[in-house]
């Protein structure tokens, strides 16, 4: 029998998400689960990993009668002769996969706290024992741990420098795409003018990004195997049914670049 415990795998998801609310836990939901899931929590108030966990049945919204829910059951559900509707089964199966994964999630790390406080006893008796080592290993570690630099990479490998570049080339690489498919030659996002990075690390040492598009809007981004991911910044630009107006504007109409400001970029 095929074991679906091997389909869990807890590094697909941000460093932040036990921190994640509202929009951002939707958003993360349905780059994970899908828009049905997403579209079955959001109805429900559930915003956040815990809230989640902590509800009992999220599909038996289904049993509810109420016209509020009839598009809802319309759209991701069946109604059986009986009069009772189901919710479809591969959106159940997206929302126990979410479910199981965010538990796991949990599991790892509790593991993770209990074998710090294990290695943080170990490493207090080691220090008591070595005299020569109890000035010199308690300092080197309190200033490795509140360094901007240490402080930086909790979320990944990269650097804050790397981090950026990853998302500039990523935007360039999407704008040249847009160019070759559209036959728009001069289209071009430029960073500091048609939008805005803001990395920062948050009060538990986390790394978060934001994107400030020109027409004002803020986006933050969701990092996902050890990098940021651009795709809620793609839905504000380019969205099913709105489009930034700042956007529509650059690309059709982009800038001329002068042959002296190219030679003195």
């Not at 389909?7 to 509202?22: A, K």
């Not at 599909?59 to 009069?83: R, T």
């Not at 509140?146 to 804050?160: C, D, F, I």
């Not at 795409?177 to 559209?182: A, F």
């Amino acid at each position: 029998m095929f074991q679906t415990d091997i389909l869990i795998d807890t590094s697909v998801l941000p460093s932040n998400i036990m921190s994640l609310r509202d929009d951002n836990f939707i958003d993360f939901v349905k780059e994970e689960a899908g828009h049905a899931v997403a579209a079955l929590l959001e109805l429900q108030g559930i915003n956040s990993v815990k809230s989640l966990l902590m509800t009992d049945d999220v599909c038996s919204i289904m049993n509810v009668k109420s016209k509020s829910l009839d598009a809802f059951k319309n759209k991701y559900g069946y109604m059986q002769d009986d009069g009772i509707c189901i919710i479809q089964p591969g959106v159940k199966g997206n929302i126990e996969y979410l479910i199981s994964l965010l538990k796991k999630k949990c599991v790892d790390d509790a593991k993770l706290v209990k074998s710090s406080k294990r290695n943080q006893l170990s490493s207090s008796l080691t220090t008591t024992t070595d005299t020569s080592s109890t000035i010199r290993k308690p300092t080197s570690s309190i200033l490795s741990d509140s360094s901007p630099e240490t402080a930086s990479l909790k979320s990944s490998n990269l650097s804050v420098a790397e981090h950026k570049s990853y998302i500039i080339d990523t935007l360039n690489s999407w704008c040249k795409n847009n160019k070759s498919k559209d036959n728009n030659e001069r289209f071009s996002l430029v960073e500091g003018k048609d939008y805005f990075i803001s990395l920062q690390n948050d009060s538990t040492g986390t790394l978060k990004c934001n994107i400030k598009c020109s027409c004002e809007k803020w986006t933050t981004l969701v990092f996902r195997r050890g990098k940021f991911q651009l795709s809620n910044f793609y839905r504000h630009l380019q969205g099913l049914t709105n489009e930034c107006p700042a956007f529509k504007k650059n690309f059709n109409n982009p800038p001329v670049s002068s042959p002296s400001s190219t030679h003195n970029h």
